[in-house]
């Protein structure tokens, strides 16, 4: 077996229908156990950008969103979408369009266990969270 079979092999089990099947269960899980936390982007997006003056924090809302979208949404996801079009043709944007709003579950659970499980330092700053670097 040469390095290309052995490569095309790793490729297809790692990016089988078993990932796939891994990806999806997790988002429908996650929809499910967050009571379809989808339904709430209309007010998530009014309250982020909506602006808070007595607010806690060293972050406006509108700061955290763009953090968050600029470490979620790069570069990679543009080159993702292109090259899905390119080899899937257009059915490719129903699909990731169908996975994205199931993904936005997942993404509420990542970011949620990161707030929760932060704490602060010595200096009463906050360690951890969603926008730790």
Not at 98 to 111: C, H, N, R
């Amino acid at each position: 077996m040469d390095v290309i079979e052995l490569l095309n092999s790793v490729d297809a089990l790692v990016w089988g229908p078993a990932m796939i099947c891994l990806l999806l269960g997790s988002h429908i899980f996650l929809t499910i156990r967050t009571g379809f936390i989808q339904r709430k982007l209309g007010t998530a997006i009014k309250l982020s950008v909506a602006r808070d003056e007595g607010a806690e924090g060293d972050v406006s809302q509108f700061g955290a969103l763009a953090t968050a979208l600029a470490a979620t949404v790069g570069t990679g996801s543009i080159v993702g979408v292109a090259t899905a079009i390119l080899a899937g043709g257009p059915g490719a944007v129903f699909w990731m369009w169908l996975t994205g709003v199931f993904g936005m579950a997942t993404k509420y659970a990542e970011v949620y266990a990161a707030v929760k499980f932060r704490v602060k330092d010595s200096r009463g700053e906050m360690i951890g969270g969603a926008m730790f670097a």
